[in-house]
């Protein structure tokens, strides 16, 4: 098999010749690298190949901003006939030979028309470490669970430590060969340095010894960001800036901003130039996110997190690309797939706030991020710096900042009601078996209790063997170790009955017993052993204490693998709460069931507004105002509600509370989740409001407002295929799709 040393005019890296290699030999493949080494572009050649031979590809991602980069590059190098684009609130060309989607969109596809991938024959999951991701992560196994024998697999990872383990569940569950391909040098080399104040920059892994030697924590001496950047300005830009909050994004943006300007006067005029002409279609040059982020880029400094208006995003992408930008203040997502390497990145904490409290860093997303910096063929080495901040140091979240200490990758595995209904509705038990006991969750946990029964069954034996060496007393005679031992005892009895503290009756009489049958073991002729005989003794009794330790510790770990919530559980209370429903009747699927296929969030709330006519009765505004709210989550720190006077919320809020109350009776929780937090917004939206008027109803980020008029579009979309032969509805949802899908809230790609 013949692989060419270049690619695009790129020289390729044995890594990457290997599982290019591995690929076209018609092989399945999992490739773990560090970030930015160039894993994508495997990726790019499989798919460039695929053309060649008129072969369909699926690329999936983890999420769409991601998708909608991949639809943009890859319309550039195929042409627009040849890519299409599906992720639930864009549908673009869905019938092409590269389909771009979401992995969800991809697991959905294969539950209800898997036949639409029949001519595909690779599919490649780029970012598939987010398989442990805790909300996203089940959706990712089952899509490999589900995938056609007749596609190969091309997996995409940053470095995960249990590749291995991974490839392994892989290979079970396809019956596959499964290549992996670590990699784990960096293309650029990656130093890791902190800044302290006084001391300045300091190597990562000197900074307890500087902070206790200088008295650092003592002296209550602090640093900022403006100070980090003036260390680095002279050598290391451009550099990314993470901080783990939108808001302090911003601030720190405009203090630097006020301080700092990076652009000469003709760089500045193309940057002006070119974002007026970016915002001009959608009239928003007046909202006060828009002249901060225009004054800001005037100065080469960006702001980039999910709270800014998707244009915005974009503008900051591109002018980043062109060098324009020396300082990006931006949070972890701009780290996932977006490939924008730097001279150095930059670390505001290595704290991050979970939604209850902050915790250290983990590895895995310490060096997602690290790893943009360190540009290839520009620089010889990349650099990572960290802002100590003293208030809440920790010597243990700094040291724990090592590649060896990447955290395993984890299953995340669930099952939701769709998938239950697909299961019940296919009747196929191979299927519903490899959802069960197939997963990666399942898989590990196998495995492991298979390891530890082996264990303790080799342990037991050599327990039970050592038994038969030993020469413990017997009737005749007593071992001489052992005559030691009931020595030191008979001592210890003697002492306490002497002690006034065990002077009570009944203990006098239960230690004189003691004492009585000690003295008489102690009479007995003691066994004429040699040195050598006692010395063995010595160390198989030695042994025996310690498989004794060995088998309590692997007894314990059997008890807690066998006692895990297993699937099949999840799968029989979930299945309960769908037949106390009216969703299935035995293995049989009713009609509420029938509906609930189509829908893959908030499975019951949304099919019971279905089969209640609540579309039906209300109207298009209000449908748009009821769907906004399905699944929302409000950030922590969000305004309060603004009062909805033009719906009546109250049945909504009713059914909420009484499916919660059925969950509760059958799973111990509830997935059930309604806030009308955006109602209003999305109910003067679909009036017609313009983007700047739906900002003065309250003081929400315009990105999340975006965020969830798209969410809508995804859920209205699947509304519309599970009453596809209601004709007057699907009209009815469609126009409601209309309404929102329009100005700022469209997506242009």
């Not at 460039?48 to 991602?61: F, M, P, R």
């Not at 319309?75 to 006939?81: A, I, Q, S, V």
């Not at 960001?225 to 405009?254: G, M, N």
């Not at 630097?256 to 940057?271: G, N, R």
Request: charged share 30%; aromatic share 8%.
């Amino acid at each position: 098999m013949i692989v060419l040393d270049k690619f695009h005019g790129l020289v390729l890296d044995d890594f990457q010749k290997q599982a290019i290699t591995a690929l076209l030999e018609g092989k399945s493949v999992l490739v773990s690298a560090p970030t930015g080494v160039g894993k994508t572009l495997i990726a790019d050649y499989l798919i460039e190949d695929c053309q060649k031979n008129n072969k369909e590809v699926i690329y999936t991602a983890p999420i769409k901003a991601l998708s909608n980069q991949k639809f943009k590059q890859f319309k550039k190098l195929f042409g627009e006939d040849k890519v299409g684009i599906i992720t639930g609130d864009v549908v673009i060309n869905s019938l092409a030979p590269i389909k771009i989607m979401t992995t969800e969109i991809f697991r959905n596809i294969l539950h209800s028309r898997p036949d639409d991938f029949a001519h595909a024959s690779h599919v490649i999951f780029d970012e598939i470490h987010f398989i442990g991701d805790e909300d996203r992560g089940a959706i990712w196994e089952e899509a490999i669970i589900l995938m056609p024998e007749s596609m190969r697999l091309l997996g995409l990872s940053a470095t995960i430590p249990n590749a291995g383990e991974l490839a392994e569940w892989l290979s079970y569950i396809r019956q596959e060969e499964i290549t992996v391909i670590t990699h784990t040098t960096r293309a650029v080399p990656l130093s890791h340095s902190v800044y302290l104040p006084v001391a300045g920059i300091v190597p990562l892994e000197e900074v307890d010894e500087v902070v206790r030697e200088k008295n650092l924590l003592i002296n209550h001496v602090y640093a900022n960001h403006l100070d980090l950047i003036k260390a680095i300005s002279k050598k290391y830009l451009p550099c990314l800036y993470f901080v783990f909050s939108r808001k302090q994004c911003e601030i720190k943006a405009k203090e630097l901003a006020d301080e700092k300007d990076y652009l000469s006067k003709e760089e500045k005029h193309h940057v002006l130039e070119f974002f007026d002409d970016m915002i001009e279609p959608f009239d928003i040059e007046s909202i006060p996110s828009v002249k901060r982020m225009r004054y800001l880029l005037a100065r080469g400094i960006g702001v980039h997190h999910a709270g800014l208006l998707p244009v915005l995003k974009d503008i900051v992408e591109e002018l980043f690309a062109k060098k324009l930008i020396s300082v990006l203040y931006c949070t972890e997502t701009f780290a996932v797939g977006i490939n924008m390497p730097v001279k150095a990145v930059c670390f505001d904490s290595v704290e991050k706030f979970n939604g209850v409290d902050f915790r250290p860093m983990l590895a895995q997303e310490y060096f997602q991020m690290a790893g943009r910096a360190g540009r290839r063929g520009i620089d010889k080495e990349g650099h990572s710096f960290i802002l100590v901040d003293l208030d809440h140091y920790q010597n243990e979240a700094y040291f724990h900042l090592r590649e060896s200490n990447v955290e395993k990758l984890q299953s995340r595995f669930k099952l939701s009601y769709n998938t239950i209904l697909h299961l019940i509705e296919g009747k196929d038990e191979n299927i519903t078996q490899m959802l069960l006991e197939r997963s990666f969750a399942a898989f590990l946990r196998n495995r492991d209790l298979y390891l530890v029964e082996d264990a303790l069954d080799s342990l037991k034996e050599r327990y039970e063997a050592n038994k038969d060496v030993l020469c413990l007393s017997d009737e005749r005679y007593l071992c001489p170790l052992e005559q030691r031992k009931y020595r030191n005892k008979l001592k210890n009895v003697t002492r306490k009955l002497r002690s006034k503290r065990h002077s009570k009756q009944k203990r006098t009489k239960a230690l004189l017993e003691q004492k009585q049958r000690l003295e008489t073991l102690l009479k007995k002729p003691v066994k004429p052993c040699s040195e050598k005989e006692k010395n063995r003794c010595v160390a198989v009794r030695r042994e025996q204490e310690i498989l004794k330790s060995e088998l309590r510790r692997l007894e314990t770990a059997r008890r807690e693998l066998v006692s895990q919530l297993r699937i099949e559980e999840e799968f029989v209370a979930k299945k309960q709460v769908l037949d106390s429903l009216s969703y299935v009747q035995g293995d049989n699927l009713l009609d509420r069931g029938k509906i609930a296929l189509e829908i893959h969030v908030q499975e019951l709330f949304v099919t019971e507004l279905i089969a209640s006519g609540y579309f039906h009765d209300k109207s298009v505004e209000d449908i748009c105002a009821t769907v906004v709210g399905i699944d929302f989550d409000r950030r922590r720190g969000d305004s309060k509600q603004v009062k909805h006077k033009f719906i009546d919320l109250e049945p909504l809020v009713a059914l909420q509370d009484k499916l919660a109350m059925t969950e509760m009776n059958y799973l111990g929780v509830t997935t059930v989740h309604f806030d009308p937090y955006l109602s209003v917004q999305a109910y003067f939206w679909a009036k017609g409001a313009t983007f700047e008027e739906i900002l003065r109803i309250a003081p929400v980020p315009e990105g999340d407002i975006v965020a969830a008029f798209r969410r809508s579009i995804d859920i209205l979309r699947q509304i519309r295929s599970a009453v596809s032969g209601d004709h007057s509805l699907v009209d009815k949802l469609s126009t409601a799709i209309k309404l929102i899908d329009r100005d700022v809230v469209s997506v242009n790609i």
